[in-house]
């Protein structure tokens, strides 16, 4: 026989109404597989071998069939399913054929009535019962899962006479049953031990807490303020609908208007979700408050009838008006009925009775319905001259927080759990409560969907028909904003996707977005866990076919689609992971994992040129995870390793590179080998700021690769060749390495390796034999807001004394290193800062620049532009007149420093050796700053050079060596005169003038 898909209740076979609750009935359908969570009830005899020597076979056999049959009785009264007799037991399933939100304790109820009704058969019985995830709607069974083995040993530890309930039902009831002492019990196929707990009975409903001081709702109560005072003034009765989804706060306000009311008469009725006599229930509660009786005599017989004083039958007719007379004789009053979306269709009569036909009597209707109640009675309150309706949204996001507050009381919560906590609860107070009480309960901190939220979205979407069910979980497909194209593509049998989309609005379960894709329209699950949980029902089988086939969707598109290689890569990579999950390897799981990994690291390598550091990193480690090991993702490794750096993890990318480089020595694979081991040796020069790694794999590889007419390789060489030419401050060099790097990137494409050289190409320029103006005519011409670029760009203004455009530069260089993770490059920008302001005389600025820089780059294990900042640092303590400090941080850039790091070991020479001239050791200053130059002769590093010249010259001239000072001075002008560095031939103007001046005195 045919069930109702909103009650469950059973059917005729032609019904097109439920007659229980009035729901269409949706045309049978094949039942599909579900994943749910249901509530599972085992009830088994004990000792059913003694009763069978004990017992004639027929009585017996009259027995058992008096006791399934008393058994299944109780249950569905409970709406539940009875699955299978195995044997004694009965197995029932509280969830099936559709959920209700509370499933748990309807399973409790019932299984208290079970064990009290077995007495009376003459037997005893175990009973076990618990809740979780299974997949439902499958030829074979009703439900399959963990969660019934687990109901079932639970049923076999249970004492005679004894429920035991395990810890997810305990969850859900805990308010409304009394328990005995736990129990954790060592169950055949657990590892742990599992804890359950005997119900002794249930007390009570599942109850909300109202303990809080309510949040905002200031509009909603003054309405009902003022509806109360016109119902009062004018002598008339009106109708106050409050709608809004499960647990948004329609009662908690219903009750805060009740408490603002002094001295008014209140009575209150609550439908029922099920159960014997629920059609009146509402009624009879508000009649019994009332404590009177109408004054009509048939009135009175008819309230009697309705309290079951006599058995004079009373029509609904004759019930709607009796009740309307009494409640016009208790006026003024106002009178509550919650839980109205469970009426049934003549009790709502009732209401629109009174609604409509009351006269001269101020009587105040609040009705509390979740929307679902316009399923039912789409016209509720509609064309009433006398009505209100308020549709209560969520809270905003400051009144959530506020009530996060007040939940927390004196608690702590750390700020990011809050943020999540916000976000997932969307304004749903009873969601924020829900949350916030699984933190306090599980301490590792994880945000999950409490079980009693997830009882109550499950409940909703049972009760959609199958096609706007599958409507929805197939925008689930796609995440919380869907495409309805999207949907018409994953449903190809479903005729009418829009007419059922508008049918979800219309329900509040979705709202109309703006589209991503032209021409297409978009929609929004009201919240995400409405999303989460029609995509948690859908069979993981059927979750890796849906993303598949989206994802081919997308690409139907991509033209129009921003990010489609990422948002095409997550659809595929999921319908490979629950291909995994489901024990689906083969051929055709590694060509999906394949198919991902490519677009995933397109979408990678967008980032890269993007700079966006941390999310290529991201998307090169979801990439190497669908395929480790493949020969073809040899590329994205390298991308890896060098991006990890970027983010400043050299470790790890140190670590990547090793394993590469292992796995190519193993398979033979010479190219390949090579070119890891230069991706090692670039890593170990940024940790290191040494070449000595570098040197003898550049020449092996360049041999091999210039033999091998290797692009690839060559493009890599020639790129680590660079960074040799720029510790020894050979920029001419280098900037000859990097148009070979240019060449041959170019030649295969590599975009990333294109751009990446062309921004060390900045330094080259900067520090090279250029001049000022023609390097910052190449540096306009090739604009780019690489942070790299910038902080080179900035250093060159200061050299013709625009300090503030430098500062400006140098600070975003800075903040665009930082605004894209590339943490390492941030910290970088600090070389530039200090020399900014040792060029601006600035040295307390620019002292201080190099101590936040150094401090910066230890913490990434970083040394060689470590080293050169300290360098520049004691330069400026020396300036400070602080030599004490400025020898010591001498001291710090030579621990940092690699031996063949050109500009830091001139830098500590230089300092040095000015140092041991203020203190009159004269012969070894000049020692040193004479070394300092030798290191700076072979560099065409005009500017270091430069300086280098000016040390000596102010060394020698410490020691009275005019002549020679003078000398040294007029190489370090010149030098800054070919570079066209105007600060620099200022300076040393200025200098020649105080040496002379000093000399002559
Ligand atoms: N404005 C508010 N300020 C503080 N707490 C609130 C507010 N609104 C609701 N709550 C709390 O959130 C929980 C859910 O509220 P309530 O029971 O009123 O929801 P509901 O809309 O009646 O849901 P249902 O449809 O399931 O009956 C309660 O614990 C209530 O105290
Ligand atoms: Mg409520």
């Known amino acids: 026989m045919p069930t109702c898909a909103s009650c469950g209740h059973e059917l005729p076979e032609c019904a097109k109404f439920c007659q229980e609750c009035g729901a269409p009935v949706a045309p049978a359908v094949a039942p599909r597989e579900q994943r749910k969570t249901v509530t599972v009830l ?25 006791y399934f049959e008393r058994m299944k009785e109780i249950v569905e009264r409970h709406g539940g399913t009875v699955e299978k007799f195995v044997g004694d037991a009965v197995m029932a399933v509280f969830g099936v054929p559709v959920v209700h939100e509370d499933d748990a304790l309807r399973a409790c109820r019932a299984a208290v009535e079970m064990r009290d009704a077995l007495p009376e058969l003459g037997i005893r019985g175990r009973i076990g019962l618990n809740t979780g995830e299974v997949v439902t709607g499958t030829e074979e069974r009703l439900a399959t899962g963990d969660a019934v083995n687990v109901a079932a040993r639970l049923e076999q530890a249970a004492e005679p006479g004894e429920v035991l309930i395990g810890a997810e039902t305990v969850r859900l009831v805990r308010d409304a049953v009394e328990l005995g002492e736990e129990r954790r019990l060592d169950l055949k196929g657990k590892s742990e031990p599992v804890p359950a707990h005997p119900l002794v009975a249930v007390v009570g409903e599942l109850s909300r807490r109202f303990d809080v001081p309510i949040v905002g709702r200031e509009r909603e109560r003054r309405a009902l303020d003022d509806a109360w005072e016109r119902v009062r ?94 409640l016009e004789e208790s006026a003024p009053v106002v009178c509550v009925f919650d839980d109205l979306h469970w009426a049934e269709p003549t009790f709502l009569d009732l209401v629109d009775h009174v609604a409509d036909w009351s006269r001269d009597a101020p009587i105040l209707l609040v009705c509390i319905a979740r929307p679902e109640l316009l399923d039912r009675r789409s016209t509720w309150s509609g064309g009433k001259l006398n009505a209100t309706t308020v549709l209560l949204e969520p809270l905003t996001s400051e ?23 916000r976000e997932a609860a969307e304004g749903n107070p009873l969601f924020v409560e829900q949350m916030l009480a699984m933190v306090a309960e599980s301490p590792n901190g994880d945000v999950v969907v409490p ?15 199958p096609s706007e069910r599958g ?51 978009a929609f929004r699950f009201r919240h995400l866990l409405i999303r989460d949980a029609a995509y948690d029902g859908l069979p993981k089988a059927a979750r890796a076919e849906l993303h598949e086939r989206f994802a081919e969707w997308l ?67 979801r990439t190497l995870a669908l395929a ?80 091998s007419e290797d692009d690839a390789g060559l493009a890599d060489v020639w790129f680590v060749a660079t960074l040799l030419e720029h510790a020894a401050l050979r920029w001419r060099s280098a900037a000859l390495a990097l148009e070979q790097v240019l060449k041959h990137a170019e030649r295969i494409g590599d975009r990333l390796r294109v751009e990446e050289a062309r921004s060390i190409l900045g330094p080259c320029y900067m520090y090279g034999p250029s001049p000022v103006e023609e ?7 090739n604009l780019s807001d690489h942070s790299f670029f910038l902080a080179m760009f900035g250093q060159l203004e200061a050299m013709r004394g625009n300090f503030d455009a430098a500062r400006d530069l140098c600070s975003a260089a800075r903040e665009r290193a930082r605004e894209r993770g590339q943490l390492l490059l941030a910290a970088e920008v600090s070389m530039q800062e200090t020399e900014v302001e040792l060029m601006a005389d600035e040295a307390e600025r620019a002292s201080e620049a190099a101590r936040a820089g150094v401090a910066e780059l230890q913490q990434f294990g970083e040394r060689g532009w470590q080293s050169t900042v300290a360098g520049h640092g004691a330069e400026a303590l020396y300036r400070l007149g602080r030599d004490e400090d400025a020898w010591q941080l001498t001291e710090t850039a030579d621990e940092a420093a690699a031996a063949d790091d050109v500009i830091t070991q001139m830098l500590i020479l230089q300092v040095r050796g000015k140092i041991l001239a203020r203190r009159g050791e004269h012969g070894e200053a000049e020692r040193l700053a004479r070394e300092a130059v030798a290191w700076a002769e072979p560099t065409d590093a005009l500017e270091h050079k430069a300086d280098a010249h000016r040390d000596l010259a102010i060394v020698l001239a410490a020691a009275g060596k005019r002549e020679e000072a003078l000398t040294a001075l007029a190489q370090a002008q010149a030098l800054f005169e070919e570079k066209g560095h105007t600060v620099g031939v200022a300076q040393m103007e200025k200098l020649r003038a105080e040496l002379v001046a000093s000399l002559e005195a």
């Open 555 to 621: 690409d139907t598109l991509s033209e129009a689609l921003i990010e489609a290689d990422e948002i095409i890569g997550y659809h595929l990579e999921q319908a490979h992971r629950y291909r995994l999950e489901l024990g689906l390897g083969g051929e055709e799981s590694e060509a999906l994992a394949r198919r991902a990994a490519e677009r995933l690291a397109a979408a990678a390598e967008r980032a890269s040129l993007r700079h966006d550091a941390p999310a290529s990193v991201a998307l090169y480690e």
């Open 471 to 521: 409507v929805l979980e197939r925008g689930a497909v796609e995440g919380k904003i869907f495409h309805r194209g999207g949907v018409e593509a994953l449903a190809p049998d479903e005729p009418d996707v829009p007419t059922k989309l508008m049918a979800l609005v219309r329900k509040e379960l979705v709202r109309p977005d703006r589209s991503q894709v032209p021409g297409d329209d």
């Open 42 to 66: 085992f009830c088994d005899v004990a000792g059913s071998t003694e009763l069978g020597e004990s017992t004639d076979p027929e009585a017996l056999l009259a027995l058992l069939a008096r």
């Open 233 to 326: 003034s004018e002598r008339a009765c009106h109708l106050f609908t409050i709608l809004g989804s499960a647990g948004v706060g329609k009662s908690r306000l219903t009750a805060e208007f009740l408490g603002s009311l002094e001295g008014a008469k209140v009575v209150r009725g609550r439908c029922l979700s099920y159960g014997e006599g629920i059609t009146y229930w509402p009624v009879v509660e508000v009649v019994l408050q009332l404590g009177n009786r109408p004054a009509d005599p048939r009135a009175a017989a008819a309230i009697g009838s309705l309290l079951g004083e006599s058995e004079e039958p009373a029509t609904a007719e004759e019930i709607a008006w009796a009740f309307r007379k009494l």
């Open 451 to 465: 079980p009693t939220v997830h009882a109550l979205l499950a409940a909703r979407l049972d009760q959609l028909d």
């Open 628 to 707: 480790r090991d493949e020969p073809w993702t040899f590329t994205h490794e390298l991308r890896l390793i060098r991006v990890r750096s970027d983010v400043g993890d050299l470790a790890g990318a140190r670590r990547r590179a090793d394993a590469l480089t292992e796995r190519a020595r193993r398979d033979e694979d010479r190219p390949r080998e090579l070119r890891a081991r230069l991706a090692r040796a670039h890593v170990a020069y940024l940790a290191d700021g040494s070449g000595e790694e570098l040197r003898p794999t550049v020449e092996e590889a360049l041999e091999f690769f210039t033999a």
């Open 775 to 781: 390097a910052l005519a190449w540096f306009e011409m």
């Open 399 to 421: 009144e959530t927080e506020e009530l996060i507050e007040l939940l927390l009381g004196e608690a702590d919560l750390d700020a990011a759990l809050r943020a999540k906590i």
